[in-house]
């Protein structure tokens, strides 16, 4: 079975924006990988922007990020080429009085005081930024999103409209390639944003059918992306040349393992072409003043300076017939031969444009001259972008520069499509020639909770959780229990070409599902925070406490703001892919072809079995500069054929949300959690039942959503009451496999001894009064009292008739419910604050046999 996907890609670009589409073919190959092909069909590059010239091909293909705004509406009027259109009239419909102009919609996005460079071109959008929201009641990311609304509804509308066939049942791949150097939060923001955008353009195409969702947004490094482009052009070039049997002017040029640094002049920095413009402005406010042109000089500026975006592009060519100036009609300007001014005409020399690219391109040679002090290694330097490719005094001015010496330069041919195409590249091919060593910037892990009472392994590791901050304890069938993450891959963690597989530490986990359970699905959140984990346990494991500071972002480090950011992701059995030998589809996994297993394993006289399915899986990270995304790889018994990952699905936290703080489970597995703590009390350790093919050896420790079962050779929780009624769960303690004797040294309580039944003297809270009771009692549903109440024989009496009858009501129904196997559905866990184990603690004995332990990890 083959499915049909269609790749959208959008370049964010600063001035102008490219979107390409194209669709594949998936398929799994007879190992089950993931197999994509592009097929006959080329990559479509849109071209049919509204209001583009359909003649100019070349200019196209970049949509202007021009955006004109209604004052009095708010509401967005026009954009793209027609925007650009009302700009570039002198004498246009609105007057600019009524609407309020967008240029550059990208730079507002970043936050100025996080702002990583400070130029004259990120001041200035700044200021503008603060202008935007001040008139027109919206943040740079809403107008973001209208603005990438109308964009890829085009490219959705114009792929709908290419392939005859529909593409309704297609599934949609949506790749936008943004600078790798900004924040994270702006990179997660503008995911959603597309994300949204997509859906609304399926909904706008009546496409409902097709399949997509967050996790099917990809960012990109725009950078890199090109780079690896123009590499595959030329490494393509070449090819040709040598099958052609001609001179390959490429062959001298490429050779394995050279290193390569790609140079992206962007907006908003150092070095680029807002930054020239912003020179050319500051020079042009000081030539023109009122004696020189009566009208309104700040609207003759603006007019101008958009007219310099396009003559800049020919600084550098040879000048036309006779031209050595740049002519701009001016009516009513005044002559002035101090400056050069002619009655109602304007002209600049261009030696005078040439040096506003002087101080940019100053700025340029010198960064470029430090990177090549620090990388020796370094072959060849790769101009990309439109203004890197297009710029002729660029390359004249770089030709003549001693770094042309050291280095070989290369400017892209396809300019501002490099970027694009290689997006979309990025989506089709798999596998590549190109090996990328990186390291990763941020610290990745998941949320688990670990059991937290006197002697566990959350409270060695935490002692004064409280103190510090931890958040809410979560109770559960064992317990309390601590949230922590558990970290994946640390900060500075090698990767090559961005990918880790299989984590052998992190891989390892499992979910735990009631039989009646229909739904299998579970969900976890990833963690990408600035900090560095702590050392490994002996395990392997490194936990570091989750508090309300990293639940609020509010996380602060040696003086300094640690950004910690929560991506929840989810998998469920549908999303399965079962493949035969041959790796061809079958469809999903059903629940027939999940683990069962009961609990307790073996049959005990009045104790309630639970019959549970079990599924074990990895995960898989796959990291890039940009972002991370998390594929499942479920390990079921007896597969016919190779196992196979899937993406796992992102879900956005809604406008009310923070993040989770319950158990990952559902919700049958909730109405039957408290007959998994009378499970508990008296239980045989599980043996897992073999798993042909896939043996997996658990951890001590080990992540799982589902349920949570404190188990051990015939253990039982050994529970301490303290002076303040308030019970401590302790380790269990075993001895050499023998059965337990943890609760020889306790009495029986005195309601058992009345009624003259076996206590097992295993105590737990009562949730409902906050008193201990004795698993019997608890079973029973009576009052647990462990010495005698203050009452008279009378009322004694009454006492113990009452507490008869419920115990054979109780055993009638265990009968029943033996017999038919049904399942009762039980009130929720509760979350409760944390407790302070340093008060009132008991002893407990040394725990001398290991304990299997089958943990919950945090949704």
């Known amino acids: 079975m083959q499915q049909t996907t269609l790749i959208v890609a959008v370049d964010l670009g600063t001035s102008a924006t490219t979107g390409s589409h194209v669709i594949v073919s998936d398929s799994f190959t007879p190992d089950g990988k993931l197999h994509r092909a592009k097929g006959r069909v080329s990559v479509t590059n849109i071209r049919d922007w509204p209001g583009g010239s359909h003649g100019d091909a070349t200019g196209n293909v970049c949509v202007p990020t021009d955006l004109i705004y209604s004052r009095a509406e708010r509401k967005l009027l026009l954009w793209g080429f027609r925007a650009q259109q009302y700009l570039d009239d002198p004498c246009p419909d609105l007057s600019p009085d009524e609407v309020f102009v967008v240029e550059h919609i990208k730079l507002l996005l970043l936050d100025p005081i996080i702002a990583i460079t400070n130029t004259p071109a990120s001041r200035r959008y700044h200021a503008l930024r603060n202008r935007l929201i001040a008139t027109l009641g919206k943040q740079p990311e809403d107008v973001f999103e209208e603005f990438l609304n109308e964009v890829i509804a085009h490219i959705v509308g114009s792929a709908n409209r290419k392939y005859f066939n529909g593409i309704s049942s297609f599934k949609v791949e949506l790749v936008l390639a943004f600078p790798s150097g900004w924040p994270d939060y702006l990179h997660t923001k503008v995911a959603g944003t597309g994300a949204r955008a997509m859906a609304?353009?399926?909904?706008?195409?009546?496409?409902?059918?097709?399949?997509?969702?967050?996790?099917?947004v990809y960012t990109v490094s725009e950078t890199l992306c090109g780079v690896k482009e123009w590499l595959r052009d030329t490494i393509a070039e070449a090819t040709t040349s040598i099958e052609l049997g001609c001179q390959g002017i490429n062959l001298d040029e490429v050779h394995e393992g050279d290193c390569f640094l790609p140079v992206d002049i962007g907006g908003a920095l150092a070095v680029s072409g807002e930054a020239v413009e912003s020179e050319f402005e500051t020079w042009l406010r000081s030539q023109i003043t009122s004696e020189d042109y009566p009208e309104d000089i700040p609207h003759l500026i603006h007019q101008i300076c958009r007219q310099f975006k396009e003559e800049k592009k020919d600084c550098g060519l040879p000048p036309g017939l006779g031209?050595?100036?740049?002519?701009?009609?001016?009516?009513?300007?005044?002559?002035?031969?101090?400056?050069g001014f002619v009655k109602d005409f304007l002209k600049i020399e261009r030696r005078t444009i040439e040096k506003c690219f002087d101080p940019v391109f100053d700025v340029l040679e010198t960064a470029i001259e430090k990177v090549l002090r620090e990388v020796e290694s370094i072959t060849t330097i790769v101009f990309l972008g439109q203004f890197g490719s297009s710029s002729e005094y660029l390359r004249k001015r770089m030709a003549k520069s001693h770094i042309s010496e050291l280095v070989k330069l290369r400017h892209s041919d396809s300019g501002k499509l490099n970027v694009v195409r290689g997006a979309i590249s990025e989506r089709i091919i798999s596998s590549e020639g190109f090996v990328r060593k990186s390291q990763t910037l941020k610290s990745y892990g998941t949320l688990v909770t670990l059991p937290y009472h006197e002697g566990s392994e959350g409270e060695l590791l935490f002692p004064d959780a409280k103190r510090l901050g931890a958040i809410p304890f979560e109770k559960a069938a064992d317990g309390y229990r601590l949230t922590v993450v558990d970290w994946a891959i640390p900060k500075g963690t090698t990767l090559e070409d961005g990918q880790t597989c299989g984590l052998g530490k992190d891989g390892q986990r499992h979910h735990t599902w009631p039989y009646s359970e229909k739904d299998i699905d579970f969900e976890d959140i990833i963690v990408v925070s600035d900090e560095v984990p702590?050392?490994?346990?002996?395990?392997?494991?490194?936990?570091?406490?989750?508090?309300?500071?990293?639940?609020?972002?509010?996380?602060i480090v040696d003086g300094k703001k640690v950004q910690v950011q929560q991506i929840p992701f989810c998998w469920n059995l549908s999303m399965s892919q079962k493949l035969d030998a041959s790796g061809n589809y079958l469809g999903p996994y059903a629940l027939e072809d999940l683990e069962t297993f009961n609990f307790p394993e073996q049959f005990q006289k009045g104790k309630r079995r639970l019959k549970l399915r079990r599924l074990e899986y990895e995960l898989v990270w796959n990291i890039t500069e940009m972002q991370v995304k998390v594929e499942v790889r479920p390990l079921f018994p007896n597969p016919p054929g190779p196992l196979t990952t899937q993406l796992a699905r992102e879900r956005p936290f809604e406008a009310h949300e923070k993040s989770y703080t319950g158990e990952s489970r559902s919700l049958a597995l909730e109405r039957d959690i408290e007959i998994s703590k009378a499970a508990v009390s008296k239980s045989s350790k599980i043996r897992r039942r073999r798993q042909q093919g896939h043996p997996i050896t658990h951890p001590r420790n080990t992540s799982s959503p589902r349920i949570i079962l404190h188990l051990g050779p015939q253990d039982k929780p050994d529970v301490h009451v303290s002076n303040s009624n308030t019970p401590r769960l302790a380790q269990p303690s075993a001895s050499n496999g023998s059965e337990l004797d943890g609760n020889d040294n306790r009495e029986s309580c005195f309601t058992c001894m009345l009624l003259h039944t076996e206590c097992d003297r295993t105590y737990r809270l009562n949730a409902t009064n906050r008193t201990a009771s004795c698993m019997t009692c608890f079973q029973h549903g009576i009052d647990c009292h462990k010495t005698r109440p203050p009452w008279d024989d009378a009322q004694l009496q009454i006492k113990v008739l009452g507490w008869q009858g419920q115990v054979s009501l109780g055993k009638r129904k265990d009968r029943e419910e033996d017999s038919f196997a049904q399942t009762v559905p039980r009130a929720r866990p509760t979350t409760v604050n944390p407790i302070d184990l340093t008060l009132n603690r008991e002893p407990v004995r040394q725990n001398t046999a290991p304990v299997a332990n089958m943990g919950q990890l945090k949704p």
């Open 534 to 555: 702590p050392a490994p346990q002996p395990d392997g494991k490194s936990y570091t406490l989750w508090t309300e500071a990293h639940e609020n972002n509010k996380l």
């Open 200 to 216: 609304k353009a399926i909904a706008a195409n009546n496409l409902q059918n097709m399949t997509f969702g967050i996790e099917n």
């Open 323 to 339: 031209s050595t100036t740049w002519n701009i009609r001016v009516p009513r300007l005044r002559a002035n031969p101090d400056k």
